[in-house]
């Protein structure tokens, strides 16, 4: 596609649902990095994937955070039992290797309630 | 761990006025930095990157931004802002010895340019 793309844009939850969020990066672009954002604060890096593997899922804050790219492309965030300090701007973001400029998505702002 | 501070949380300027963004990072190695900024309603993109080499870095739109490794600064500067200027800036660094870019964002600047 022409660009990274994020879906849905906005999601708004009741707490202890579960919610997954989706990245489309450029096609081709093998790495994928996932952020997330609170209000006045910059993005916070989550996890990072080369092709199909998650190399760093270090800034994941707990057990209820998990991401997928199964087939190298296409990922989930996934977060379940929802809390509401989870409400954030969740950013995706890929890059065509390793060490090159990332191109970012447009967010999905997630509101748990 | 690295980290990045930028002081100015919001910054208000008339058009034709000089801007000058403070970032500093606290890291002792080698580091790659950035500047990305969000314009309102868009997405977040690259202003201007420093890997190595020539320490002042052009970006687009009269953007620059000046590397100074004593002083773990990399400011962003233009001479003269527009309206269109305004945005959110961010000071980014990113150690690159882990061969992919785990970057470290500052909390941004909100520039806002009066016409």
């Known amino acids: 596609g022409a660009g990274v793309s994020q879906s849905p844009r906005y999601k708004v939850t009741k707490r202890g649902q579960d919610v997954a969020l989706r990245c489309d990066p450029i096609s081709g672009h093998v790495s994928l990095y996932w952020y997330r954002q609170a209000l006045g604060q910059g993005p916070e890096f989550l996890t990072y994937f080369n092709y199909e593997a998650q190399q760093d899922k270090s800034g994941l804050p707990n057990d209820r955070f998990s991401a997928e790219r199964p087939e190298g492309s296409i990922s989930t965030l996934t977060i379940q039992r929802t809390e509401q300090r989870d409400s954030a701007m969740y950013r995706c973001a890929s890059s065509s290797d390793r060490g090159y400029e990332q191109y970012f998505g447009p967010g999905t702002r997630l509101t748990v309630t | ?115």
Not at chain 2, 74 to 100: H, I, M
Request: a positive charge; proline letters at 5%.
């Open chain 2, 1 to 115: 761990a690295q980290s990045v501070s930028q002081h100015n949380h919001h910054v208000i300027l008339s058009e034709a006025a000089s801007l000058e963004l403070g970032c500093n990072y606290s890291y002792g190695g080698t580091v790659n930095l950035f500047w990305y900024v969000q314009y309102p309603g868009q997405h977040l993109q690259l202003l201007l990157k420093y890997f190595s080499g020539d320490p002042l870095v052009k970006g687009i739109k009269g953007f620059e931004a000046e590397f100074i490794k004593s002083k773990f600064s990399f400011n962003l500067r233009k001479p003269s802002v527009q309206w269109s200027d305004t945005a959110e800036y961010f000071c980014a660094v990113n150690p690159p010895t882990r061969g992919y870019q785990k970057v470290t964002f500052g909390t941004g600047t909100k520039l806002q340019v009066i016409p």
